[in-house]
Each structure stands twice: as structure tokens, then as C-alpha cells.
């Protein structure tokens, strides 16, 4: 049960928002992005090393059976598929206390936190190139959020 | 790399092929409350709903395909093209499910799109 203060009705500004809290409240849940991004990303940080661990397999039904074991046991595999169900859950948190239309595109963000993650952890290369593309993408995430018709 | 980044397309096709599964099973299954009664309710029903099952393995796929990119391909450069997803779970809901598409979301998806080949060509 939520147990957040009813809102002021303030004309129709208000009245769109009567599913949900106060600012305050939509704001206090909005933090849980942070952890809900920092999990997620994490998470395919810790993919990436586990995959670059097992290495490159041909696709072929044999070196895949073949390759299964090692990425079924491999520890950094299991954190990045613990970090995946951290952010789910996060995430779900977050849809339940705020508006799908403004927390989705700031989970975007998360397209510039693994860019980053792996720039500074992996080492993997940053380009302007790259930042642009992905700054394209996270404008093209916002749009789509905002078309989201109110409920 | 080169090559490796294709294996995105079959990625991205069963992992959104399993969200359009899990969309019409649960459109089935219809809404439900978010409360612990109406979970234990509508659970069983959701996890024997053959949509949900195969949704299920379309992820498990798509998954095994993405992991098949990550042993080859740099994570900032797979992680922002996963992002075409937006632009096929929309051509699919439009097309399959024949939900109602705004301009302004096509405009958004196709944005994503110009963003993903400007990542795509960074790579070089």
C-alpha cells in the first residue's frame, strides 16, 4: 500500500497527476534511478569482462554447447546477471512511485554511464564521435517519452 | 569486431520478438492489482500462458546472442546500438499488434535510429 500525502488539486496541471504524490515524493523516488542505472550498467560492465574471460566462440551449435559450461560457472557472469535483476527491481520500484513518461527517459542515461564504465574501467576508447551518438540516442529516448499518452 | 556486430540483428529480433510475446500473453491475461492477493492469483496463470513461455525463450536467445557480441565487440559500442530495439518493439506493436503509433514516437524512434548509426560509424 502507498501511504504518500494526497496531492493539492490545482486545475487540470493537477489533476493529471491525482495516480501520484507530491512533487517531493515523485522527486524521492526518481532517486532510486541512481541505483537503478549504477546496478544495470554495472551489470553489463561485469558481462563484458566475464565474456572477454570465456573469449570469442565460433557460432556454431558445437563451440556454443562447448562454450555454455564456462559461461554458466563463470562468477563475473553471475554478478553482471545480479546486477541486471538489482536494476529490475530498482526499476520497478521507481515505476510503481513515479510517472513512466519521465522516469524513462532519465533511465536513458544510462546509455552515457556504460560509455563511461567502460572508458574508465575497461579502457575500452571514448570518441567525440561516440558521445555524440549516444547524446542522438538519449534525445531520441526523451521524445519517446514524452509521447506517452496520459492515463 | 567487423562481423561480430551483426549478431546484434538477431539479438535485438528474438529479445523484442520475446517482448511482443510477453505483451500479448499478458494482454490476455488481462490487468491485474498490484497486491500480494491478486499476485498469487494471477501468477499461475502467468506462467503457464504459452505467450509468456515463449516470450521467455525469445530472451533466453536473445541473451545468448548478446553475450556471443560481448566476447567480441567493445561494450560502449554494443551497449548504445542495443538502443534499435525502441525502433523494432515499435514497427512490431504497429505491425503485429496493430497499436496505435503517434508521430512524435516515430519521430523518437527514428532519432534513436540516426543516433545508433552515428555509434555504429564511430566504431570505425
Not at chain 1, 488539486?9 to 497527476?17: D, I, P, R, S, T
Not at chain 1, 550498467?41 to 555454455?68: H, N
Not at chain 1, 556504460?114 to 564521435?129: F, H, K, N, R, S
Not at chain 1, 551518438?133 to 521524445?143: C, E, N, Q, S, W
Request: charged share 10%.
Amino acid at each position: 500500500m502507498m501511504t504518500h500525502d494526497q496531492p493539492e488539486l490545482k486545475g487540470h496541471a493537477a489533476a493529471a497527476h491525482t495516480r501520484y504524490t507530491s512533487r517531493a515524493a515523485i522527486f524521492k523516488a526518481l532517486l532510486l534511478l541512481i541505483p537503478a542505472i549504477l546496478c544495470s550498467t554495472t551489470g553489463q560492465l561485469f558481462l563484458k569482462m566475464g565474456m572477454s574471460q570465456v573469449g570469442d566462440f565460433a557460432f556454431t551449435p558445437e563451440a556454443i554447447l562447448a562454450v555454455l559450461p564456462q559461461v554458466i560457472f563463470n562468477p563475473v557472469i553471475w554478478l553482471g546477471m545480479a546486477g541486471f535483476v538489482g536494476g529490475t527491481i530498482f526499476w520497478l520500484a521507481v515505476l510503481s512511485r513515479a510517472p513512466l513518461s519521465l522516469a524513462y527517459p532519465i533511465l536513458a542515461l544510462s546509455y552515457f554511464v556504460v560509455v563511461i564504465e567502460a572508458w574508465l574501467i575497461l579502457g575500452e576508447p571514448l570518441t567525440w564521435q561516440l558521445l555524440l551518438g549516444v547524446a542522438i540516442i538519449f534525445a531520441g529516448v526523451v521524445i519517446v517519452g514524452l509521447s506517452q499518452e496520459p492515463h | 569486431m567487423d562481423n561480430a556486430i551483426w549478431l546484434l540483428i538477431p539479438a535485438i529480433l528474438f529479445s523484442t520478438t520475446g517482448e511482443l510475446l510477453f505483451k500479448i500473453g499478458m494482454n490476455r491475461i488481462g490487468g491485474f492489482e498490484f497486491s500480494a492477493d491478486a499476485l498469487k492469483t494471477v501468477l499461475p496463470r502467468v506462467i503457464r500462458n504459452p505467450y509468456i513461455i515463449s516470450g521467455f525463450v525469445g530472451f533466453g536467445l536473445g541473451a545468448v546472442f548478446w553475450l556471443a557480441v560481448l566476447s567480441r565487440v567493445p561494450l560502449s559500442i554494443a551497449y548504445p546500438i542495443l538502443a534499435l530495439s525502441y525502433f523494432v518493439v515499435v514497427i512490431e506493436a504497429w505491425l503485429l499488434l496493430r497499436e496505435r503509433v503517434t508521430w512524435k514516437r516515430m519521430l523518437g524512434v527514428t532519432i534513436i535510429v540516426g543516433g545508433v548509426i552515428v555509434v555504429g560509424l564511430s566504431a570505425g
